[in-house]
Nanobody, 115 residues
């Protein structure tokens, strides 16, 4: 069974940092490019970042470029999202999924940026 489990969210003040993790199981993680998405209340899910299967290539939404960094550890079947200089508009539920042949969504992890 394919599973994606996101963690690491929380409440943080503007300008703060968080590191999200997504641990995958049920497929050959190292063979797949992965993506981070987010969904804010009342908005559609949007792409935040993606990373190639080996980790050598990354891409980011314009809104997070220079502040967020995506990485992965294939030995741990885990993809990370380091988020720095957080803004209130980064508040959302964050999800990961495969870039191609996406699977069912995990529960996500809530990130709230507020003073």
């Amino acid at each position: 069974e394919v599973q994606l489990v996101e963690s690491g969210g929380g409440l943080v003040q503007p300008g703060g940092s968080l590191r999200l993790s997504c641990t995958a199981s049920g497929f050959t993680f190292s063979s797949y490019s992965m993506r981070w998405y987010r969904q804010a209340p009342g908005k559609e899910r949007e792409l935040v970042a993606d990373i190639s299967s080996g980790g050598g290539r990354t891409d980011y939404a314009a809104s997070v470029k220079g502040r967020f960094t995506v990485s992965r550890d294939n030995a741990k079947n885990t993809v990370y999202l380091q988020m720095n200089s957080l803004k209130p508009e980064d508040t959302a539920v964050y999800y990961c999924n495969k870039k191609y042949q996406p699977t069912s969504w995990g529960q996500g992890t809530q990130v709230t940026v507020s003073s």
